[in-house]
């Protein structure tokens, strides 16, 4: 026990007698580990925040609309308004196979108050088809979504987002089965919903497109086609076939981007994956290579630690310590070293990114950075492994020391 004791003691007299040494040595290490724990932090932060703007729509959703032709074709000029209306809806739907929950997005363009009894106010009001629930991800608080039966039988019903609720009805009415007034037409309140997009999807009124159609414009402009992909389909695909399909219907060149406009979120979904996947692989490349200086540092601090103490060595094998003893000795200070300033590291990049997260930094793209500790325990296994193996060539060479010039060692 006592062997043990004076074993550890002479360690720490030897890191106490070269601080110098033993802080660059440390130094080298603890910024390795803290710029992993940092970067692992700070891309998880910027994974989380892509896709939480995912979470707003359906990943596998293509969004469409009209545009103005760019290039002049067959005979046409340049400069053409293509306006989507419900046949092109029908026509999609019919052309092309494995899409699902498709829906148009019209929005009613007045400045006209919602009103219900001595309450009113303004907000955006989207005729809709039951699929654009699915497509923006609505959830459900009270009563009910629309239905198919809502769209075939063109009833005047209406979901209200859930700040709608608080502005027009409050805590006195409970607003299902109330009747509000849209462009001076009753519609009854058959349900309310959420949704993660924030503050202005909450002040939204969705209204079946054929109520809206039967009641203010029996031929609309669409704002939006939207539609999800069905799995299995290959979403690129889909991009040439509506291009395809628009381009002989309004007789605009196929290759004319500026026609049509399609945004595919499956296809920027997986470029995203992709990003992520590269972001990984920089990481792991940057902190292996910061691990890997701070590795050599320890091999080298050590050397020089070997050739400054020749004449302890020297000494301590003239009374009796075996080179294995004298092995050891410099291994276990490599080691103390590597795992104290390691875990310093480890800590203060836990540190780091919990004050981020303390300061509720949320920007478009990067939000609850986090570290994952599995991953940072794993560095720091291998930044230890490795530093007891940076100290062992230094270990071997103080181990082979001869006797007699260690003595004569100044």
């Not at 309450?119 to 923006?136: C, D, K, M, N, R």
Request: glycine share 10%; net charge neutral; aromatic share 10%.
């Amino acid at each position: 026990m006592m062997g043990v004791l004076d074993h550890w003691e002479d360690i720490f007299l030897s890191v106490r007698r070269h601080k110098l040494r033993a802080f660059l040595t440390a130094f080298g290490v603890f910024w390795g580990i803290f710029m992993v724990v940092l970067l692992l932090g700070v891309g998880k932060g910027l994974e989380r925040g892509v896709t939480q703007i995912f979470k707003d729509d359906a990943f596998n959703s293509v969004w469409i609309e009209g545009g103005k032709t760019s290039v002049p074709f067959d005979g046409l000029t340049p400069g053409r308004q293509i306006t989507l209306t419900i046949q092109d809806l029908d026509l999609l739907r019919t052309a092309l196979t494995g899409i699902e929950n498709v829906t148009p997005r019209i929005r009613l363009n007045t400045t006209e108050p919602i009103v219900f009894e001595r309450q009113s106010g303004v907000f955006p009001v989207l005729a809709i088809a039951p699929g654009y629930h699915v497509v923006e991800q609505t959830q459900l608080l009270s009563g009910r979504l629309l239905n198919e039966l809502d769209v075939s039988e063109s009833r005047r019903v209406a979901i209200i987002g859930a700040r709608v609720a608080d502005l027009l009805f409050g805590d006195r009415h409970d607003p299902i089965g109330k009747h509000i007034t849209i462009h001076g037409m009753n519609y009854l309140v058959v349900g309310t919903f959420t949704d993660v997009g924030g503050e202005n999807e909450l002040r939204r009124i969705y209204i079946p497109y054929t109520a809206y159609v039967r009641s203010v414009d029996p031929n609309p402009t669409l704002e939006t086609i939207i539609f999800t992909i069905k799995d299995g389909f290959h979403a690129v695909d889909f991009d040439r076939s509506i291009r395809t399909i628009f381009a002989s219907h309004f007789r605009f060149a196929p290759t004319d981007f500026a026609a049509v406009y399609v945004y595919n979120s499956m296809e920027t979904y997986r470029k995203f994956q992709s990003l992520f996947f590269g972001i990984h692989i920089f990481v792991g490349i940057v902190g292996l290579g910061t691990l890997c200086a701070g590795l050599i540092g320890v091999t080298n601090v050590m050397f020089i630690a070997v050739r400054e103490r020749t004449r302890e060595i020297g000494i301590r094998k003239a009374i009796g310590a075996t080179p294995p003893k004298i092995l050891s000795m410099i291994l276990s200070e490599s080691l103390v070293l590597t795992l104290s300033a390691g875990y310093l590291g480890l800590l203060a990049g836990v540190v780091g990114i919990e004050i981020i997260r303390s300061l509720g930094v949320e920007l478009e793209y990067f939000r609850d950075p986090e570290v994952d500790l599995g991953v940072a325990l794993w560095a720091l296994t291998v930044l230890v492994l490795g530093g007891v193996g940076a100290g062992y060539i230094p270990a071997q060479q103080a181990a082979r020391i001869n006797i007699v010039e260690a003595l004569r060692h100044e």
